[in-house]
T-cell receptor, first 112, second 116 residues
Framework: GENVEQHPSTLSVQEGDSAVIKCTYS??????FPWYKQELGKGPQLIID?????GEKKDQRIAVTLNKTAKHFSLHITETQPEDSAVYFC???????????FGKGNQVVVIP | GAGVSQSPSNKVTEKGKDVELRCDPI?????LYWYRQSLGQGLEFLIY????????KSGLPSDRFSAERTGGSVSTLTIQRTQQEDSAVYLC??????????????FGSGTRLTVV
């Protein structure tokens, strides 16, 4: 089955700087890649997703890029703010599969 | 409702007791998932329901765990003879499955289970 890995496990950035989290996946047939943000005491919330027919997608300060050849995708957060501090999970779903394979999560800390 | 609702939000139980956790998915979502998240850890898949198909139970850690989904809507996760290692946050998610693509999950806020 699909295996998703996230790096780094913890990321600290100064407020206003950019943060990048990278995930790799194993199944070349995977075609859907969402990112979730989990704040303390809450369930994960979908923040952005990308499908395999697209290389990049942006939504205000966040963007996701996909490199199908290298089988990795990344979350980019620009102009980070304290409220961006959270755990971020990436996930992937293979074609014909019905459930997501999640990475282990990244703790992002934005230092004011 | 507008989101996935889980109840109770917190549950403290004595070791050896049975517990039931409830999930109300988003209306119209055909797929429902249960995950477990231990403190500071990732998301551990437990079970998946899709329409009228047989559930995917491959993630259930032992036969003390079971789940059902009645009428294609509400789901109940039951843990029998609870152990301290069952302490975790249990998350439910639902999604709209489509023939042409995949969709993201909508998670509930979870049930924090503490076994003492």
């Amino acid at each position: 089955g699909e295996n998703v890995e996230q790096h780094p496990s913890t990321l600290s950035v100064q407020e206003g700087d950019s943060a990048v989290i990278k995930c790799t996946y194993s199944d070349s047939a995977s075609n859907y890649f969402p990112w979730y943000k989990q704040e303390l005491g809450k369930g994960p919330q979908l923040i952005i997703d990308i499908r395999s027919n697209v290389g990049e997608k942006k939504d205000q300060r966040i963007a996701v890029t996909l490199n199908k050849t290298a089988k990795h995708f990344s979350l980019h957060i620009t102009e980070t703010q304290p409220e961006d501090s959270a755990v971020y999970f990436c996930a992937a779903r293979g074609y014909g599969n019905n459930r997501l394979a999640f990475g282990k999560g990244n703790q992002v800390v934005v230092i004011p | 409702g507008a989101g996935v609702s889980q109840s109770p939000s917190n549950k403290v139980t004595e070791k050896g007791k049975d517990v039931e956790l409830r999930c109300d998915p988003i209306s119209g979502h055909t797929a429902l998932y249960w995950y477990r998240q231990s403190l500071g850890q990732g998301l551990e898949f437990l079970i998946y329901f899709q329409g009228n198909s047989a559930p995917d139970k491959s993630g259930l850690p032992s036969d003390r765990f079971s789940a059902e989904r009645t009428g294609g809507s509400v789901s109940t996760l039951t843990i029998q003879r609870t152990q301290q290692e069952d302490s975790a946050v249990y998350l439910c998610a639902s999604s709209l499955e489509g023939h042409r693509g995949a969709y993201g999950y909508t998670f509930g806020s979870g049930t924090r289970l503490t076994v003492v």
